[in-house]
């Protein structure tokens, strides 16, 4: 986890006279101790975050009002800080999600990076104010501030679930806004399933997005006991949901868990396709600390099986682990890798 300021906190620390007027709430892409530096400046401002693992940094760095799950509790807003996500469409659900707390004539802010999106700041929010200012632009970061003129109609989940069908798995996938895999089956999940074998006993799918292997898994085996984890809020409101659709509801735990931190005991299997991007940058942190650990969370005999792009250097660690690395498929972008312990 990153602990200097990024630079589009370097920029608000331009405008801490502006934002810290009113206590904030603050949303998005938080990747740094911007609390701390709001909270040095002003009134301390609410956190909300879909990140698990900055949920679990920021209350270790003595961070109390910091809310974590898919939407924040009804208490009423004074303003809104929204760090642009990665994606538009988690840029519209945040907005939807947060200013329905917010009364009217409150001030919103919108903040980024300028190749992530902030740009589209004014036309995110003309479905709530009339007029949005760009009120700095620095180290290739932006800030964006409008006036709520409009009431935000109160949030409702399911107006943002999506849907699509695995025809060759029979399953009725649901997804959310940023959820990986969000509007079809990727090519790299689809050669994982295509190079399974029959599983047994205790699973765990690491990284469990939009819940289409966990889903997978128990559709073509009913006995096996299967654990879920992701660090996103709304991935795992998308897994809960897609195992829903598929009457799997009841055969599945599913739930935070920052890398490996938050789960016990070992598995028979652990089966991935791992992220390698964080916002706007690659990330190979998570996967690779999975890699280095996962044979500690197996059963003598248990197995590691996952996909990757096939350029990521990951044959070396699990060797490094595991003693070994079989390359099962390859389909030109991504390739899975097993192991097992010995």
Request: hydrophobic share 40%.
């Amino acid at each position: 986890m990153l602990k200097a300021l990024t630079t589009v906190s370097e920029m608000l620390a331009r405008n801490l006279d502006v934002l810290t007027q009113q206590p904030l709430l603050v949303c998005g892409l938080l990747e740094d101790n911007l609390p701390t530096m709001l909270a040095d400046a002003g009134p301390a401002p609410r956190i909300f975050t879909t990140d698990y693992s900055y949920y679990q940094w920021q209350k270790n760095q003595g961070i109390k009002d910091i809310e974590f799950g898919t939407q924040p509790h009804s208490q009423a807003a004074s303003a809104i800080l929204l760090l642009m996500p990665k994606a538009k469409a988690e840029a519209e659900y945040l907005l939807a999600a947060c200013l329905p707390l917010l009364a009217e004539g409150a001030l919103v802010f919108m903040a980024g990076d300028n190749k992530g999106g902030v740009k589209s700041a004014p036309k995110l929010l003309a479905p709530y104010c009339d007029q949005v200012v760009k009120l700095d632009s620095a180290r290739r970061a932006s800030l964006y501030q409008a006036q709520l003129t409009r009431p935000a109609a109160p949030f409702n989940m399911t107006q943002w679930q999506k849907g699509y069908s695995i025809a060759q798995e029979q399953l009725q996938i649901c997804t959310l806004p940023g959820v990986f895999s969000a509007g079809h089956l990727d090519s790299g999940s689809q050669l994982l399933l295509e190079n399974l074998a029959s599983l047994s006993g205790r699973v765990l799918d690491f990284g469990c997005g939009a819940g289409v292997i966990g889903a997978s898994l128990l559709k073509r085996q009913p006995e096996l006991t299967l654990e879920c984890i992701d660090i996103n809020a709304l991935a795992l409101e998308a897994t809960r949901l897609t195992l829903a659709n598929n009457q799997l509801a009841n055969q599945a735990k599913v739930y935070a868990s920052d890398g490996l931190s938050q789960v016990t005991g070992t598995f028979n299997h652990i089966v991935a396709n791992p992220p390698f991007h964080a916002g706007l940058k690659t990330f190979y942190h998570t996967t690779e600390a999975l890699l280095n650990t996962a044979k500690d969370y197996l059963t003598p005999g248990g197995s590691l099986t996952l996909v990757a792009n096939a350029f990521l250097p990951y044959p070396e660690l699990i060797e490094k682990s595991f003693g070994h690395c079989e390359t099962l498929a390859i389909n030109g972008k991504f390739k899975v890798y097993h192991a097992t312990r010995r």
